[in-house]
Structure formats: structure tokens, C-alpha cells
């Protein structure tokens, strides 16, 4: 999965043709306040996505299944 830089700030990686993998992992910070992190791994290479709030996640989710099948 090599890296290849699509312009500043922007990085795209080529992805091989294996199944991804989703992971959300969350964590509980000092104030009371949960984070999440998206976890996407294909192959040897895992990318993560760290410090959503609950709300950007639903966001997310909402987004997903917008674009439907």
C-alpha cells in the first residue's frame, strides 16, 4: 500500500485488494469526556483517526448510510 502525496495537506494511499477492517476504539478522558478513534486497517498498513466526539461519529455514520449500497 504504498503512500503517495495527492497535494498539500492531502495524502492518498493505494489500497490493496484485501478486505478493510473498522475498528472504533473510545477513551474516556479526565473531564468525563469520551473520544473515539477510527481505526481502518487493510493488510499490513492501519490508518487512524483519532479525537472524534460522539457527535462526529453520528455524523459520520448518517453519511455512510446516505450513500447506501
Not at 478522558?29 to 478513534?37: K, L, V
Not at 486497517?41 to 448518517?62: N, P
Amino acid at each position: 500500500m504504498p503512500l503517495i502525496q495527492g497535494g498539500p495537506p492531502e495524502w492518498i494511499w493505494e489500497r490493496t485488494p484485501e478486505v478493510l477492517k473498522w475498528e472504533i476504539i473510545t477513551s474516556d478522558r479526565p473531564d468525563g469526556q469520551t473520544f473515539y478513534e477510527l481505526r481502518v486497517q487493510c493488510g499490513l498498513e492501519i490508518m487512524r483517526l483519532q479525537f472524534f466526539t460522539a457527535e462526529e461519529v453520528r455524523q459520520l455514520a448518517s453519511l455512510l448510510a446516505e450513500q447506501g449500497p
